[in-house]
């Protein structure tokens, strides 16, 4: 989360786009930035179950980062344009991706971006306006937050379902939520994040018709991500609601 807020802050002073993909090292509750959480979730639980926890500074609800792909596209506002324009942009190369790889993807159409109120229910719960779906299941959700000229969207796609999950991790039960879709049931095999970031990859060149660099980390970012991981890691932020 920190590596992702530093890349805004890139964005802001150099005017380019990143896209960046990753997956976690353990398995992980995200909160949306605006999300009330205190006295929501068992954290006995989570941890008996070896999990983390920690809110991001985009919006949205609570996500299972376990088996599933995450992104992130930080870039300047201005080349951006509204909320929508830049929804439909990063969605339109998420999709091409997901189709190189076999996924019969489309975005939720609508005549806004308007996401659910950031409640107790999962992230996958339903798909809203402007997110990745497959057959009317969520496949991908994505939040974004603009602030001070930058942006930030993050984006989960799923490998498997794990999202049902959460309901075991919420004081007095979760709301059941139907199955989202998943890359595991929707192909022969398992992408890994480095198959999906070579499919953005292409779609980027061939969508956009860019030439994609790989980018490598100026110590001026490194050392922006070290001082945010402080908040990160706060109590005071991830439980602030």
């Known amino acids: 989360m920190a590596l992702d807020e530093a890349l805004m802050d890139r964005a802001r002073r150099t005017g380019e786009w990143v896209l960046r993909v990753y997956s976690w090292l353990t398995p992980t509750i995200s909160l ?10 068992d954290l006995e639980r ?34 951006a344009g509204s909320l929508r324009a830049s929804y439909d942009r990063i969605n339109r190369l998420i999709t091409t991706a997901l189709v190189s790889l076999g996924v019969d993807a ?12 950031p409640g107790m229910s999962p ?32 984006g989960s796609i799923l490998v498997a379902d794990d999202q049902t999950a959460l309901a075991d991790f919420t004081v007095g039960g979760g709301v059941a939520i139907p199955p989202p879709a998943t890359l595991t049931n929707l192909l022969s095999y398992v992408p ?40 990160y890691l706060d109590d005071g932020w991830t439980w602030r609601l």
């Open 32 to 41: 949306g930035r605006n999300q009330t959480a205190r006295g929501r979730y």
């Open 46 to 79: 989570i941890r008996e179950r070896g999990l983390e926890i920690v809110r991001r500074p985009t919006g949205g609800r609570a996500i299972l980062h376990a088996r599933e792909i995450t992104y992130s596209v930080t870039a300047p506002v201005d080349d």
């Open 106 to 117: 489309v975005a939720v159409s609508g005549m806004g971006h308007r996401h659910p109120s």
């Open 123 to 154: 992230c996958f719960d339903e798909p809203a306006a402007g997110e990745v779906t497959v057959g009317g299941r969520k496949l991908a959700g994505s939040a974004q937050w603009r602030n001070d000229g930058a942006l930030l969207q993050h």
């Open 192 to 231: 890994s994040p480095e198959d999906m970031a070579g499919a953005l990859t292409a779609a980027l060149e061939s969508v956009e018709g860019a030439a994609v660099q790989e980018l490598s980390l100026e110590n001026e970012v490194r050392a922006r991500a070290e001082a945010l991981v402080v908040r």
